[in-house]
């Protein structure tokens, strides 16, 4: 039952059904095409990860998307991670490479400028796109393709600081996945494998800091004895979708292995260079994927804020579009996404268009609501939602929207 509930929900079928993204063949496999409605849905998701980030201390990079292949060589990444890079490139006589992962670009930035003690920690993020390699066996819709967009975040601080800043990316976390319905994780920690770069000494302060991290937070967690990176400790979080499916999305890293590759330092209080701790970390995991997963677990009844659009008014004739197109205007001018039916067609058809596309409140109009100047509201998760005045029903979709909830729960 749970795997026929799991292919209704396949987001690659709502993806398709409901016009939100593609991926085209012509083009190649593993790469995703946004389609307009689609791209709302981004472009929402994009502007509250970084509202939230910048109102957190965070600060917004932009970094290229290649390299010269001795960045990738000295990051390790190319002895590392060969197998999942694209072939480089030659550009006059040197060779570049696709990034495969943003972090030796927030290396450099850091490395740009002579850094104290007193500048820490600082706090980077960016959405960057990566290109991996991945065998065409192994694609699968939006969880597995070949050019990603990581809400990748870098933290560089000082040893001491490291627990509160780890517990500040947890409240961070459970703040961004809460707004889109995750509410239920699994937590893990994984701790020092045999093979390891760094010293006994910062290991232990790095493991300790995570765990004292996930203790003020109050979350359980399980251990994974060994399982952590050769360059430092980590912890993974999985969301609980709603037919109780896990998933895995975000990850907290420490990391001393770049900041010794790239020769990174800072001024101590003492006037010594000491070496920063790095931490990186993602809340969604990748916009593409975490969008999947969105899908699925709303079987593509997306949450109200950010459905492509809002609200449909569907004119019972071609009389009350005037009407539509003035109650479309103040919608819009009031930041909500709403449209009228092309028409065309008859009610019925309308509604069983609009239902089809999952919009999440309807507003048939008809001779009464031109003449009253009101909307009568349909909501798909809370019904028949009544009759209002045309301020008092806008503002009802507008509070929904502020307040992350559906309209039916707007008092």
Sequence with gaps: RLQEEAKRRDHRLIGKSLDLFSIQQEAGGGLVFWHPKGSIV??????????????????????????????????????????????????EGAEYQLK????????LVFKNTQ????????????????YRYERSGTLHGLFRVRGFTQD???????????????????DLTETILTRFGFSEY????????????GSDDIWEKATDALKDALGRKGWDYAVDEGGG????????????????????????????????????EYTAAD??????????????GSIER????????????????????????????????????????????????????????????????????????LAVVGKDEVEGRTLSLSSRKGGQLGSFPLEDAIAKMAGAVEKSVEPHEVE
């Design 290 to 361: 975490f969008f999947g997963v969105l899908l699925e677990s709303t079987a593509g009844d997306l949450p109200y804020w950010v459905a492509p659009t809002q609200l449909r008014l569907l004119p019972v004739s071609d009389d009350f579009r005037p009407y539509c197109d003035e109650v479309v205007a103040a919608a819009k001018a009031a930041g909500l996404r709403a449209e009228v039916d092309i028409g065309g067609r008859s009610l019925g058809k309308q509604i069983k268009v609009a239902n089809g596309a999952k919009i999440p409140v």
């Design 186 to 197: 699994e937590v893990m920690l994984s701790t020092r494998p045999e093979k390891s770069v």
């Design 229 to 264: 990176a050769f360059y430092g400790p980590k912890i993974d979080i999985k969301i609980k979708d709603a037919i109780g499916r896990l998933w895995q999305c975000s990850t907290i890293q420490a990391d001393f292995n770049l900041p010794e590759r790239f020769g990174l």
């Design 100 to 107: 495969p992962m943003n972090c030796p670009f927030h290396v």
């Design 152 to 170: 990748d975040a870098h933290i560089f601080c000082l040893p001491e600081q490291l627990s509160d800043e780890i517990l500040d990316v947890l």
């Design 271 to 284: 006037g010594t260079k000491q070496e920063p701790i790095m931490v990186h970390r993602a809340i969604f």
């Design 42 to 91: 981004r472009r929402l998701l994009e502007d509250y990860w970084k509202a939230e980030h910048l109102r957190c201390g965070y600060e917004l990079l932009y970094t290229p998307h290649m390299a010269s292949v001795d960045l990738w060589k000295t990051s390790g990444h190319f002895d590392f991670y060969k197998d999942g890079m694209f072939d480089q490139m030659e550009v």
């Design 115 to 130: 850094r104290s003690y007193r500048d820490l920690p600082l706090r980077w993020g960016e959405l960057g796109t990566v």
